[in-house]
């Protein structure tokens, strides 16, 4: 069965640095999404990505977030400058055509920042 | 907008007893729900699905959740809990235009043996 890949399943980097998390979603999708799920506590919502360009985002995705699916299979997300607080679980997900309603969601990139 | 809540933050019950989790959601749109499951430190996997066919929904490992309009819910049940079942449970409702998810707090299920 397709399924959604994530790497690196772990990244440490030190405050201030930049990271990019990548994902690899299920190939005829078209509707790819980040949420973050710091520990403890829920899953949020960062980004929706249609069409290559940002449907919608979340107060969470300021500037120092960007996203990014530079060629047909990859999806990308990317953390300018890491701060403490962005050490969380990030999960990629995709969604088939419009019309379609399950997402499908990776295995996660546990990204710590020190 | 859309939320969900989930009505228990803790359900502990003994193995080989049933199991109900409790969630109630506020959709603008018809909604699809979902639960997912998350064991300690690995991903989210799709228990069941609803959107808006039959109001009673099996999923996997013998799970299911019935939705009822009138109550705004979709709880989870299953009637013999096991082992393998201790984990964390999240109801998720999701804009069917836009697809995205949002999720409830969780609830976590502990199952004594």
């Known amino acids: 069965e397709p399924e959604v890949t994530q790497t690196p399943s772990h990244q440490v980097t030190q405050m201030g640095q930049e990271v990019i998390l990548r994902c690899v979603p299920i190939?005829?999708?078209?509707?790819f999404y980040w949420y973050r799920q710091i520990l403890g506590q829920k899953v949020e919502f960062l980004v929706s990505f249609y069409n290559n360009e940002i449907s919608e985002k979340s107060e969470i995705f300021d500037d120092q977030f960007s996203v990014e699916r530079p060629d047909g299979s990859n999806f990308t997300l990317k953390i300018r400058s890491t701060k403490l607080e962005d050490s969380a679980m990030y999960f990629c997900a995709s969604r088939g055509p419009w019309g379609t309603d399950t997402q499908y969601f990776g295995p996660g990139t546990r990204l710590t920042v020190l | 907008a859309q939320s969900v809540t989930q009505l228990d933050s803790h359900v502990s019950v003994s193995e080989g007893t049933p199991v109900l989790l409790r969630c109630n959601y506020s959709?603008?749109?018809?909604?699809?729900l979902f639960w997912y499951v998350q064991h300690p430190n690995k991903g989210l996997q799709l228990l069941l699905k609803y959107t808006s066919a039959a109001t009673l929904v099996k999923g996997i490992n013998g799970f299911e959740a019935e939705f009822k309009k009138s109550e705004t819910s979709f709880h989870l049940t299953k009637p013999s809990a096991h082992m393998s079942d201790a984990a964390e449970y999240f109801c998720?409702?999701?804009?069917?235009?836009?697809?995205?998810?949002?999720f409830g707090d969780g609830t976590t299920l502990t199952v004594k043996p």
């Open positions: 998720v409702v999701s804009d069917p235009i836009a697809g995205k998810s949002t």
């Open positions: 190939s005829n999708h078209l509707y």
């Open positions: 959709s603008s749109y018809s909604p699809s």
